[in-house]
């Protein structure tokens, strides 16, 4: 059994307690990690260490440009130490390797350049118009920041959480997901090594109510909040965070529509409308769950994305030829087979895939025949299974599409650069993808309508976010 403790005031340490919880290999679907479970007291720690980093320490008055080597620094950790964080976050949620190693790893340590970068490049306004008196803006960095992630991405969104908070001078306690804490500590480790001051991003783990995470959102010192995770959890925060007047953003679930147009070139659609819903297992909030496919090419889409579903290949995902790899736990599988099993009751059929038999593991679905009010289409299912359905008109298209609880993404495919433009303006979703999906431009705003949060994420988004905007007034 590997071991993974809290990153608190700059010690790697267990809980005072000394109690603990297993992370579990979805693989193996045994124990492959012991972690200190934090409590109260340790959330009390990391708040305190942070909130003296922030009020007494170096890092909020240092230069962007100071900070900025710091977190260019440990980019570049993050790289050397690459093969380790990817295994880490393959064990502990059972994404395939080959997607941590072409990619994943590279984007986490790039989310705390562009960071350092977006800080240090840019400038507040001065106001000139006043004889009298010379006026600017001041971005102060709110104080400690509380940054509660997920599983699903626990590198991508652990970094992406903290990265802008800390190049804007802020200290920032994380708490990992329960599933995935092995990335986030060596994270934290690596932050110490390239310079952070102590204190300054602390680590605690645990799970959300009555443990670390509920103990930190609490928590009286904790100026901002950014959470990932479910819409329930995002309103029940968003609730402790009312009291206080914290602000936080939330980045939700999704229900992504995909609007597939006859004039959609099928070569392009087709593999990337796979890759939209099968990416990561189904376990991304901006997959295409739903897809709806214009009448004349209906069937021969549904067939072609048939045959690229099944030959999607399923394993271990340690195995760096793995495409899909198992649902991330017994309650995230219980859950899936739950809308595999309402399939049938409310009227729809399932072409392919289902559950696998053995194991965590279930095979690329496509369902077809179901109602637009039925569960599968309606609610986040965070696996692989896909809901397809015809439409005839661009009216009808987008009314389906805009027809959720959600509006984090949606995509469409035409080749009419008219139909491009019009029907993209009118899909109320956060992100909109034309001819592709999940093409991330980290500066444009990220997050989404509805129940799939509260505020953006990405540029200067973050800065509206993690600083005081302050107005200076001078009198010449
Ligand atoms: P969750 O929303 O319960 O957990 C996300 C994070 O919040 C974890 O770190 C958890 O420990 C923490 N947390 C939970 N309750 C909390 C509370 N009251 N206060 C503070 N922190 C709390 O998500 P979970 O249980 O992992 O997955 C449930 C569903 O949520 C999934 O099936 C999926 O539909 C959705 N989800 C969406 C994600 C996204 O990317 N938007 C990511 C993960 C899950
Ligand atoms: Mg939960």
């Not at 380790?84 to 064990?91: F, H, I, K, N, V």
């Not at 496509?366 to 289409?377: D, F, S």
């Amino acid at each position: 059994m590997e071991r993974f403790d809290h990153v608190i005031d700059g010690q790697v340490r267990p809980s005072a307690d000394g109690r603990t919880f297993e992370s579990v290999n979805p693989h193996t679907r045994e124990p492959w990690a012991e972690v200190a479970l934090g409590g109260r007291a340790e959330v009390e720690a990391a708040v305190e260490a942070a909130s003296r980093a922030f009020h007494q320490g170096s890092w909020p008055r240092m230069t962007t440009g100071e900070r900025r080597q710091i977190l260019y620094r440990l980019a570049d950790l993050m790289l050397e130490h690459r093969q380790e964080l990817a295994r880490r976050d393959t064990m502990d949620m059972g994404k395939p390797i080959s997607r941590l190693l072409n990619g994943e790893v590279a984007g986490a340590a790039s989310n705390f350049r562009l960071a350092a970068d977006e800080a240090d490049l840019d400038h507040a306004e001065v106001y000139p118009k006043d004889a009298d008196h010379h006026i600017y803006t001041q971005y102060d960095p709110a104080g400690v920041v509380a940054a509660v992630a997920p599983w699903n991405f626990a590198l991508t969104m652990g970094s992406w959480k903290v990265a802008a908070p800390l190049a804007w001078g802020n200290t920032v306690v994380l708490k990992p997901a329960e599933q995935s804490p092995g990335s986030a500590t060596l994270m934290a480790e690596l932050a110490l090594e390239a310079g952070m001051p102590p204190g300054v991003f602390n680590v605690v783990h645990g799970f959300g109510p009555g443990s670390a995470g509920g103990f930190l959102v609490e928590h009286p010192e904790v100026a901002r909040i950014t959470f990932t995770g479910s819409s329930e959890v995002g309103a029940a925060i968003s609730k402790v965070a009312a009291d206080r007047l914290v602000p936080v953003t939330l980045e939700c679930g999704g229900k992504g529509a995909n609007l597939v147009f006859a004039d959609a070139d099928l070569d392009v659609a087709v593999p990337s409308s796979v890759r939209s819903i099968y990416s990561n297992s189904g376990q991304v909030c901006l997959v295409t769950s739903r897809v709806y496919v214009q009448r004349p090419i209906f069937d021969e889409f549904v067939a072609r994305f048939v045959e690229q579903a099944e030959a999607l290949r399923l394993g271990d995902p340690m195995d760096p030829a793995t495409d899909l790899g198992p649902i991330v736990s017994q309650e995230q599988y219980d859950k899936v087979c739950g809308y595999l099993d309402s399939i049938p009751e409310d009227g729809g059929k399932i072409l392919t895939g289902g559950r696998a038999g053995d194991g965590w593991y279930v095979r690329p679905t496509v369902a077809i025949g179901l109602p637009p009010a039925a569960r599968a289409c309606r609610e986040e299912i965070f696996g692989p299974v896909v809901c397809v359905a015809p439409f005839d008109t661009e009216d009808e298209g987008v009314n389906l599409a805009n027809d959720s609880d959600y509006g984090l993404t949606a995509t469409l495919y035409t080749q009419d650069l008219r139909r491009a433009h019009q029907v993209a303006e009118r899909l109320r979703a956060g992100t909109v993808w034309v001819n592709t999906w999940g093409v991330r431009e980290r500066k444009a705003p990220f997050g989404g309508y509805k129940l799939s949060g509260v505020g953006r994420e990405g540029g200067h988004f973050h800065r509206d976010f993690f600083t005081e905007p302050k107005a200076i007034v001078m009198r010449y």
